[in-house]
């Protein structure tokens, strides 16, 4: 294992894949990412896959929209099958309050170029036949967003990182990060491997706080658990469906595997890393799908996992240099949607780092000293 690096990449996620890939293609090869369980297995593993552009903020919209770019041709030019399917995201509005907001924001992604608009109950029934619509007031939805195998996208990148030069390392937690003179020295790992290097970036998903610690830095992304079940094949439902969400309660649920993938996020639960299911919760989310898609009342659930969002005070990722100490930055805190923005992530940290500023989506707005300084960038879209 390599002792020096002019990079090391904390977590080897969909954002530290992403991330060695881009500082690779664009010249810099000496990059040693580290992680402490496998590729592709930490939250990244536990996501629904959803890829969409219906976002409140410039920031995200641009993000998402350059990403989707790279999820329709990852294929080609990967040389990896994601099995995007680009079946849309279909949001459900139960109170009345939230039309305005959405019609804003649905200004806000066509000026963006995004091709979602406003839809009347009527065109909800066509876009999905089997929803309840009583209480609807109508929703949005863009055709473009959908979802992906993540797995297979984090991979994807990892092979080609490595096949440019990156070294990757599995079962390598990082135990220390030293800092000294105010900058950033080295890190070490758990087999007590110190590996010196002038820059170190932070894409510890969830843990990432935990893991800033290590270097006297305070970053606020706390875990937040979400569930996610899969039913058995069952045809009440077809194939074809777009994800569905019900924004007002966070339930979605798209096709997956012959059946369906669904969840909603408990808002009343607290930071914490249990990792267990809660079948009282998963009892709560089956009565409201099938309040609202009463045909899943003849489903079964085959299976059902609980990951983390990496949730921060505005619902959006730290993205840059920490500040201080010198040469530590950070990608982490996506708040439930960061698997879809990899792909401009990557670019945009591998400009920053290596031009003194991201060109491809102006992320200043997300930079890590926003909170400090009482500069908030809350997202509204959150499921
Ligand atoms: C149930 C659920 C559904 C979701 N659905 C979606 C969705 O539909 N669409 C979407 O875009 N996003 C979704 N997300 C969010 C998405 O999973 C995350 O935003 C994204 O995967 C974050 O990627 P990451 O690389 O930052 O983190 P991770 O994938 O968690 O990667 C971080 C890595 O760091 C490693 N690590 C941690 N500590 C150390 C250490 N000390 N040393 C070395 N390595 C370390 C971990 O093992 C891990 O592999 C969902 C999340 C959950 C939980």
Known sequence: MHTTAEVVIVGAGIMGCAIAHELAVQGLTDVLVLERDAVGRGATADAAGGIRQQFSTETNVRLAA??????????????????????????????????????????????????????????????????ELGDVVGGTVCPEDGWVDTYQATMGYARAARRLGVA?????????????????????????????T?????????????????????????????????????????????????????????????GFLFGMGNPDEAPGFDKTVDDAWMMTTVERLVQRAPAFADANIRTGWAGFYEITPDDNPLLGFVGEPAGLAVAAGFSGHGFMQGPAIGACIAELVLGGAATTVDITPFRPSRFREGALAQEHNVI
């Open 198 to 258: 002038p820059l170190v970036i932070l894409c510890a998903g969830p843990q990432t706080r935990q893991v800033g610690a290590l270097a006297g830095v305070d970053l606020p992304i706390d875990p937040s658990r979400r569930m996610s079940f899969v039913t058995e094949p069952f045809d009440a439902l077809p194939p074809d469906l777009p994800m569905t969400i019900e924004f007002a309660s966070g339930l979605y649920f798209h096709p997956e595997s012959g």
């Open 66 to 131: 350059h990403s989707v770019r790279v999820w329709e041709t990852f294929a080609d030019r990967f040389g990896s099958e994601i099995g995007l399917r680009q079946q849309g995201y279909l949001f459900l509005l139960t109170e009345p309050e939230q039309e305005p907001v959405f019609r804003a924001n649905l200004a806000l992604q066509q000026r963006l170029g995004v091709p979602a608009r406003w839809v009347t109950p009527d065109e909800i029934a066509m876009l999905n036949p089997h929803v």
């Open 168 to 196: 990757i390392e599995e079962d390598c937690a990082v135990v220390g990060i030293a800092v000294e003179g105010g900058r950033v020295t080295s890190v070490t790992t758990a087999d007590g491997i110190r590996v010196a």
